[in-house]
């Protein structure tokens, strides 16, 4: 018994390592972050400089604040953040067993809005979502990424992959030309990263605000001339999953900050 | 018998191409040899404001090359340097690599800039639309043969 499920095991892990031409080895792995000016590195690291942290504190009460027709807050199912949010939003996206498909952070906090707050879904993007989700994301800042470990994930990690390397848009270019090709390049003036998603929702200078996984991807598919997804449509969600299992082991660094 | 098969198939591509550049509104062009000889619009192309476009932010070739100019501060560098390619290319060989980079290189990420067709999950603004027009890809390869050392 334990003998067929080590082997399980070391199948699993094999076939979700097997890296395709061109992908990344782990150990050459980087955060968008080593490759950012000493000086947005700095804002990053020190809490009393980072923009995102104002959103954190935001996210915070928010927590505990009773909303819906429940009446209820989030603290009141979950406790303390700081224990019992440790290392979840690592494991994001996760396969939701109702849905029968992987949810994003975002989409599990609406999720609970709606079921057991009985609240209104709070908007993509908005100032709330982006609190809460960069409140709860801190509590793992520094923890490994776990995403992809759920074998029941794996397809949906293969159709992100596959969106990745897949060319689109009038300039023709896949994710994987740019983030798995290129990084340490410069594409005009901006440093070309590998496009890791280790510090979502984070602070962006360009954007002048916190964004999120999915404003980044929608403004590369923009810039590529491709029609960007919706918000929370199915390849969004399978992108994200599949950039989250990439980085499996790096550390969490919400918020981060970026140029 | 074998060549003359190839011959003939040679013709029914270079007839399908007219065609489809008939209906989807592109001008109709040939490639002999590696280029296109003549130039799309049967007019020759202003070096001047092939310049000018090369630099604007809208056609994107400084986002991935660098060039001989000092006057644009973000240059990109996932793609050679534009300085002497006057003197590695012909106006006829330029003129296919706008049009259809992807005839030098399969993978390469170079755009091509003279197509609307065949792509996946073009945004809405630029459906069915090339990236350059006729008249732009003239300018632009009356510049790059400019471009000697």
Not at chain 1, 99 to 111: A, E, H, K
Not at chain 1, 187 to 206: D, V
């Amino acid at each position: 018994m334990i003998f067929w499920r080590a082997i399980a095991v070391a199948a699993l892990a094999a076939t979700t390592s097997a890296l395709l031409a061109g992908e990344i080895p782990p150990d050459a792995r980087r955060s968008g972050y080593s490759f950012m000016s000493p000086d947005t590195r700095a804002m990053q690291d020190d809490d009393t400089s980072n923009p995102g942290m104002l959103f954190v504190l935001d996210g915070e009460a928010l927590w505990g604040r009773k909303v819906g027709s429940a009446d209820k807050a989030c603290a009141d199912c979950h406790g303390d953040a700081r224990s019992s949010m440790k290392g979840v939003a690592a494991r994001y996206p996760a396969f939701d067993r109702t849905l029968g498909r992987p949810v994003t952070l975002d989409q599990r906090i609406n999720l609970c809005r709606a079921n057991h707050q009985q609240a209104s879904s709070l908007p993509y993007e908005g100032h709330d979502i982006l609190a809460l989700s960069a409140f709860v994301a801190h509590q793992s800042r520094g923890v490994a990424i776990t995403t992809g470990d759920d074998p029941q994930l794996i397809a949906f990690v293969e159709q992100g992959r596959s969106l990745f390397m897949q060319r689109e848009g009038q300039l023709n270019l896949a994710c994987t030309n740019c983030h798995d090709d290129n990084f340490d390049k410069h594409l005009a003036g901006s440093p070309i990263t590998q496009g890791q998603p280790t510090g979502y929702p984070l602070y962006r200078l360009e954007w002048q605000t916190l964004g999120s996984l999915e404003r980044r991807l929608r403004s590369c598919m923009t810039g590529v001339r491709a029609q960007a997804y919706e918000y929370g449509a199915p390849e969004l969600v399978a992108l994200e999953l599949y950039l989250m299992s990439r980085a499996r082991g790096m550390p969490m660094e919400t918020p981060a900050v970026r140029p | 018998m074998a060549r003359s098969t190839i011959t003939i198939a040679v013709l029914f591509a270079s007839v399908v191409h007219v065609a489809n550049a008939r209906a989807d509104g592109l001008a109709r062009y040939e490639i002999t040899g590696d280029g296109i000889a003549t130039s799309l619009t049967g007019a020759p192309g202003d070096a001047v404001r092939g310049r000018t476009l090369a630099l604007a932010r809208t056609t994107t070739c400084i986002l991935c090359h660098s060039g001989p100019f000092p006057e644009a501060r973000f240059q990109g560098d996932l793609a050679p340097d534009l300085t002497g390619a006057g003197n590695r290319w012909t106006a006829s060989q330029l003129r296919l690599r706008l049009v259809d980079a992807s005839r030098f290189n399969p993978d390469t990420i170079m755009p091509s800039y003279y197509r609307n067709e065949g792509l996946v999950r073009v945004g809405r603004n630029f459906a069915e639309k090339p990236i350059l027009s006729a008249t732009e890809i003239e300018d632009i390869v009356a510049f790059l043969a400019t471009l000697r050392d």
